[in-house]
T-cell receptor, first 114, second 113 residues
Framework: SQQGEEDPQALSIQEGENATMNCSYKTSINNLQWYRQNSGRGLVHLILIRSNEREKHSGRLRVTLDTSKKSSSLLITASRAADTASYFCATVTYLTSGTYKYIFGTGTRLKVLA | EAGVAQSPRYKIIEKRQSVAFWCNPISGHATLYWYQQILGQGPKLLIQFQNNGVVDDSQLPKDRFSAERLKGVDSTLKIQPAKLEDSAVYLC???????????FGSGTQLSVL
């Protein structure tokens, strides 16, 4: 099953503009992460935000988390053509086995036009 | 540090045939995950191992899919027999206690004709 629903499904912007994508989920989480996937490749971790945090920054990335609304957003500022990729949120829960369970959302396909 | 290795990169088979995928996680990573990603969708967890034990296989179609991680290192995912709807990218990921994130391989793209 997929935990996160992301919107928009697809987003096309001009280079230099900001891109915002949203993720909604259903159950309690320990943290939420965002991953990027270039066409034909595996996913790459971008940023993690814990359930007790509201906002996190990393370079041109800004992530927010609202646990009361069970939603998160990823903002990419000053986008570049190289940011063209699919972006997935992943909700993470801690298991009694001592490991984490990662459930991915449906993804947003971002296209940045030069 | 070497990444997660997967093979083959591509595989084309006919329905009802068998296929196997191999994954070698990052050295020292105790947790290994297999995900199925159908075109245009997010990765769906099939099975999760902690060392050589299964943590979660609730989404694995056990009538046709099997997976093993015998020595707690590399892992094999098998489909027998394959159906058309199994066409997807099969992603392997690993993690360890020191990291709260997944490291992914490049995946195996399976086409069932």
């Amino acid at each position: 099953s997929q935990q996160g629903e992301e919107d928009p499904q697809a987003l096309s912007i001009q280079e230099g503009e900001n891109a915002t994508m949203n993720c909604s989920y259903k159950t309690s989480i320990n943290n939420l992460q965002w991953y990027r996937q270039n066409s034909g490749r595996g996913l790459v971790h971008l940023i993690l935000i814990r359930s007790n945090e509201r906002e996190k920054h990393s370079g041109r990335l800004r992530v927010t988390l609202d646990t009361s609304k069970k939603s998160s957003s990823l903002l990419i500022t000053a986008s570049r053509a190289a940011d063209t990729a699919s972006y997935f949120c992943a909700t993470v829960t801690y298991l009694t086995s001592g490991t984490y369970k990662y459930i991915f959302g449906t993804g947003t396909r971002l296209k940045v036009l030069a | 540090e070497a990444g997660v290795a997967q093979s083959p990169r591509y595989k084309i088979i006919e329905k009802r045939q068998s296929v196997a995928f191999w994954c070698n996680p990052i050295s020292g990573h105790a947790t290994l995950y297999w995900y199925q990603q159908i075109l245009g969708q997010g990765p769906k967890l099939l099975i999760q191992f902690q060392n050589n034990g299964v943590v979660d296989d609730s989404q694995l179609p056990k009538d046709r899919f099997s997976a093993e991680r015998l020595k707690g290192v590399d892992s094999t995912l098998k489909i027998q027999p394959a159906k058309l709807e199994d066409s997807a990218v099969y992603l392997c990921a690993s993690s360890s206690r020191g990291y709260e994130k997944l490291f992914f391989g490049s995946g195996t793209q399976l086409s069932v004709l």
